[in-house]
């Protein structure tokens, strides 16, 4: 990560609170770009109006193409700014808004040609990286003009005298507690959010496996935004066998075309809310499950269960469960020894085998099914009928295990 330029702007002032060059990140872009050799980042008012003017503090009632145009992409918190003496050439810089109207802003090192439309690298790691500094130097920009700029100084020299961490210092400086996502600039936030939780639930037997997806789509709407009267959104199920059962809240009209479900909401009551709920087949089982029964002595009954992931199959599971019913007739009495990962419990009077897995799959964030896993469980029955004692296993038409796990949220 390097920095070539650190900032603070005072907006209701108009005028620049701090400004600090790194000279060796500055001359080794110089370098690494000939044709921008003679190009040096403005100051004063040079930086301030084309600044303000692009993230819409000045002339906002004014529209200019070059900034208000719906054809333009928004790249927030990176935004790409027009040097003064030539509108056709920009430098990009990462705004971060903070209290008392100021702005703390850092130009990236960026390895491009200074065209933000030919840009593919808006969003490099650098470019995360000075915004993660960014906004844990938002407590600094609060204090007064004075002491803000020496705590500053104190702060550069002892993790960025050359405008690059390295080593300890950098992860000291990375260790410490990011601001809150509320001081991020505006413009940067996300107005409407999409919420996504899945549940996949299976029933499996010696005749078949079936599977199901269900999922819920929530809606979040920004309480400062200005689209509380009509909002469109497009839902594209590309990747499904077909098109979904879907069930949508009251306020939305939904309209299919093909894979793609145009959503119009209108008369919005609720900031949030499940805007749907859908369900659909999977053609693939994502677990595959084994099961067998031994019946011993005394209404001793073993039992093996093995689950395995599909070798296609992405796993994203934070919650994993698996239900063994006993047929009907016949009930568990207690559990003897169970040897497995997770916890083994009896539920629904004892006439359900209940095996949670929750505590494995969200112990990490890349819990993975790499190897099968097994339950070995031996239990003693205190209602033995017969079916169960003559086959000594389930028939096929009441061998069945129910595994229902959840798909880890994402936005």
Not at 122 to 132: G, W
Not at 207 to 225: E, F, H, R, W
Not at 307 to 331: D, I, K, S, W
């Amino acid at each position: 990560m390097s920095l070539r330029c650190l900032f603070v702007v005072s907006i209701t002032e108009s005028k620049l609170l701090f400004y600090r060059i790194f000279p060796t990140v500055e001359k080794r872009w110089k370098n690494e770009h000939p044709n921008f050799a003679n190009l040096c980042l403005p100051n004063d008012q040079e930086l301030l109006d084309p600044l303000l003017n692009e993230l819409g503090i000045l002339n906002p009632n004014i529209f200019q193409i070059t900034r208000d145009s719906c054809q333009k992409k928004l790249q927030a918190p990176l935004f790409w700014i027009p040097f003064s003496f030539n509108p056709q050439i920009f430098w990009p810089v990462i705004v971060v808004e903070c209290h008392q109207n100021r702005l703390l802003c850092g130009v990236p090192y960026l390895d491009q040609n200074l065209q933000p439309s030919g840009n593919q690298q808006s969003m490099s790691c650098d470019v995360v990286i000075v915004l993660e500094l960014l906004s844990k130097l938002v407590h600094l920009i609060q204090l007064p003009p004075s002491k803000m700029a020496d705590q500053l100084n104190r702060t550069i020299q002892q993790w960025l005298p050359f405008g690059r961490a390295s080593g300890y210092q950098q992860l000291e400086l990375r260790s410490l507690p990011p601001a809150s996502q509320k001081t991020m600039w505006l413009r940067s936030r996300p107005k409407i959010e999409l919420q996504i939780k899945e549940e996949v639930r299976m029933i499996a037997s010696n005749l078949s496996v079936k599977a199901d997806a269900y999922g819920t789509i929530y809606l979040t709407v920004d309480p400062d935004a200005e689209c509380n009267n009509n909002i469109k959104l497009e839902l594209g199920f590309s990747k499904l066998p077909g098109i979904p059962s879907a069930l949508f809240h009251p306020s939305a009209l939904a309209q299919w075309e093909k894979a793609v479900c145009h959503i119009n909401i209108q008369q919005l009551q609720e900031k949030t809310f499940p805007l749907c709920h859908y369900s659909f087949p999977l053609e693939m089982p994502p677990i595959q499950p084994v099961l067998k029964i031994r019946i011993g002595e005394l209404g001793k009954v073993s039992i093996f269960i093995q689950l395995h992931l599909g070798a296609t199959t992405r796993n994203t599971l934070n919650r994993l469960e698996v239900r063994l019913p006993m047929p009907t007739g016949n009930r568990i009495a207690r559990i003897l020894t169970a040897t497995s990962l997770g916890l083994v419990s009896l539920i629904k009077d004892g006439t359900q085998l209940l095996w949670n897995l929750g505590a494995f799959a969200s112990s990490s964030s890349n819990a993975k099914l790499k190897d099968d896993l097994t339950l070995n469980v031996d239990v003693v029955m205190e209602k033995l009928e017969a079916s169960l004692v003559n086959t000594h296993a389930l028939s096929p038409s009441q061998e069945h295990i129910y595994l229902c796990y959840n798909q880890r949220n994402s936005n």
